[in-house]
Antibody
Framework: QVQLVESGGGVVQPGRSLRLSCAASGFMFSTYALHWVRQAPGKGLEWVALISYDGSNKFYANSVKGRFTMSRDNSRNTVSLQMNSLRTEDTAVYYC????????????????WGQGTVVIVSS | DIQMTQSPSSVSASVGDRVTITCRASQGISSWLAWYQQKPGKAPKLLIYSASSLHSGVPSRFSGSGSGTDFTLTISSLQPEDSATYYCQQANSFPQTFGQGTKVEIK
């Protein structure tokens, strides 16, 4: 079935790095943009990053720009989020999400979400 | 950045009630708006995209309307399983932004 499965979360000290992965199955991965969205404990949703279907375009939230890098491997149906210089405020559940299509275009909405992976930044 | 403001922040209603949640964008976003439902410990689920289009498999008691800066999500007849937090999201421009959420509780 159509699914996204995140991995790579854990506990890390401030200033250190962590790499999250998201494995996709059940759909034509190479034709869809993918996003990362996070949710701090007890808080709302925060969009983090986007990578286009072919990896040529990337956008980031101001809060992570210059520290996080999103990439994808269409041969392995995976996207990654390299997180450097982590801060305590990066503590959150990180979700990867797929854009919902409408015909050949995108709706900008996210129709498939992973289960999330927990990142805790603490000394 | 476009700010998304939802109201109310929480609502308590009885089964069968009509519930309306509003979302206001700080600038025009055409119809680039989606609504999600999130239950505790779970990933969000898409309800509505393009402001008023019902996502596949979503019950017809959910509906969305609006364009430009003002949007609404309506649950026409509240059911026990609708207890959740609801978020709007604008996809008009980057960074994409979410509303702060509206918690819907069953009386």
């Amino acid at each position: 079935q159509v699914q996204l499965v995140e991995s790579g979360g854990g506990v890390v000290q401030p200033g250190r790095s962590l790499r999250l992965s998201c494995a996709a199955s059940g759909f034509m991965f190479s034709t869809y943009a993918l996003h990362w969205v996070r949710q701090a404990p007890g808080k709302g949703l925060e969009w983090v990053a986007l990578i286009s279907y072919d990896g040529s375009n990337k956008f980031y939230a101001n809060s992570v720009k210059g520290r996080f890098t999103m990439s994808r491997d269409n041969s392995r149906n995976t996207v990654s989020l390299q997180m450097n210089s982590l801060r305590t405020e990066d503590t959150a559940v990180y979700y990867c999400a797929k854009e919902a299509p409408i015909g050949a275009a995108t709706t900008g909405a996210f129709d498939i979400w992973g289960q999330g992976t927990v990142v805790i930044v603490s000394s | 950045d476009i700010q998304m403001t939802q109201s109310p922040s929480s609502v308590s209603a009885s089964v069968g009630d009509r519930v309306t949640i509003t979302c206001r964008a700080s600038q025009g976003i055409s119809s680039w708006l989606a609504w999600y439902q999130q239950k505790p410990g779970k990933a969000p689920k898409l309800l509505i995209y393009s402001a008023s289009s019902l996502h596949s498999g979503v019950p017809s008691r959910f509906s969305g309307s609006g364009s430009g800066t003002d949007f609404t999500l309506t649950i026409s007849s509240l059911q026990p399983e609708d207890s959740a937090t609801y978020y709007c999201q604008q996809a008009n421009s980057f960074p994409q932004t979410f509303g702060q959420g509206t918690k819907v509780e069953i009386k």
